[in-house]
């Protein structure tokens, strides 16, 4: 069974900082395009960075550049997101992705977490 379960999330201060953390399970996803999506109360879940494995390039959704970063340890099948500068619009519920397409929307993939909470508050 695939599971990916993110842990992590939790309320802390503008400017403050966080890592979430996903652990996949059920297969290996070192193929897989890793993610991060966010969906706040009331709107849309967003894309917020992704990485593939065999390029090891990242990408980011502007709102979040130069802020977050996204790292897999492809050994231990754990993708985190660090989260630096937090701001109140980051508060949302962050969720992790595994799929072969990957890319900047949900329909490109396939695996889904169940979603942790950040709440961001000045």
């Known amino acids: ?68 970063s996204i790292s897999r340890d492809n050994a231990k099948n754990i993708v985190y997101l660090q989260m630096n500068s937090l701001k109140p619009e980051d508060t949302a519920v962050y969720y992790c992705a595994a799929g072969r397409l990957g890319g900047a929307l949900a329909r490109g993939y396939d695996y889904w977490g169940q979603g942790t909470q950040v709440t961001v508050s000045s």
């Open 1 to 68: 069974q695939v599971q990916l379960v993110e842990s992590g999330g939790k309320s802390v201060q503008v400017g403050g900082s966080l890592r979430l953390s996903c652990a996949a399970s059920g297969r290996t996803f070192s193929s897989d395009c890793m993610a991060w999506f966010r969906q706040a109360t009331g709107k849309e879940r967003e894309f917020v960075a992704n990485m593939r494995n065999n390029t090891a390039t990242a990408y980011y959704a502007p709102s979040v550049k130069g802020r977050f």
